[in-house]
């Protein structure tokens, strides 16, 4: 297959958020939000309860219940950056809520006016939109109190190339009714509250040729370097019969 745009012919044009936001973590003490980045930032991470639409005329002046110190990003290669932003909320995450959240993003830790947010960033509308309708925030559920009334969503290993349907694109399709219709968005136990994904893979087992291409164009170039594989001095070294001692 012959690879037609690798990825540094096209990473300028890329968006700031390479991957996510993705919740990460919510318990009553605490809710955490990983994102990827191309550029290294100081992030922070607010929360708002209820739902919250950013085009609402009061949102200027609301304040967020909650809000993370700003947040250095790890560096993992020259064009990679992972955020782990942690908010304490001291235990005050009320049970069955809905939280709305933000993610401001610095180009310094004392830098106050250059900022971007998930709105500046475009992720709020056409084609993206995170919050499932147009100008509203990414949100999440707290775990109800009642175990009965607990609703999880479950997902295994994720085959693009497979012959099913994409689940993710068929949940998705579940939950839009929790953001439109009335009886759902006035009643947020029908909303799932946790999602887990337990596949046994990291999907660099069983990848089709087009992804492989991509998967090692992509890590070459965002980590700045080239992972070169042990191979035995002698080719014919038949390490099924080797014992451990």
Not at 51 to 63: I, L, M, N, R
Not at 89 to 94: A, D, F, P, Q, V
Not at 102 to 127: C, I, Q, R, V, W
Not at 235 to 242: A, F, I, T, V
Request: glycine share 6%; charged share 25%.
């Amino acid at each position: 297959m012959i690879f037609q745009h690798p990825l540094a012919a096209r990473f300028n044009n890329l968006p700031l958020i390479l991957c996510g936001p993705v919740v990460r973590r919510v318990e009553p003490e605490i809710a955490s939000v990983w994102v990827a980045l191309k550029e290294p930032r100081f992030i922070e991470l607010e929360l708002y309860p209820g739902y919250c639409s950013v085009s609402a005329p009061d949102f200027s002046e609301k304040k967020p219940a909650f809000k993370s110190e700003k947040t250095p990003v790890l560096a993992l290669g020259k064009h990679l950056f992972i955020g782990l932003v942690t908010i304490d909320t001291k235990g005050l995450l009320n049970p069955g809520a809905i939280f709305s959240y933000n993610m401001k993003f610095y180009p310094g830790k004392e830098d106050a006016t250059h900022k971007e947010d998930l709105e500046s960033l475009k992720l709020l509308d056409e084609p993206e939109i995170l919050g499932f309708k147009k100008d509203q925030l990414p949100s999440f559920l707290t775990a109800p109190e009642k175990l009965t009334d607990l609703r999880i969503a479950h997902g295994s290993c994720r085959k693009p190339h497979g012959p099913g349907q994409d689940g993710l694109a068929i949940l998705a399709e579940i939950m839009e009714a929790d953001f439109t219709e009335p009886d759902h968005i006035h009643n947020p136990s029908i909303r799932p509250h946790y999602f887990f994904h337990t596949g046994d893979q990291i999907y660099a087992d069983d990848c089709s040729p087009f992804l492989i291409e991509h998967y090692n164009d992509s890590g070459n170039f965002l980590l700045d370097k080239i992972e070169l594989l042990p191979f035995p001095v002698d080719p014919e070294h038949d390490y099924s019969k080797q014992v451990d001692m």
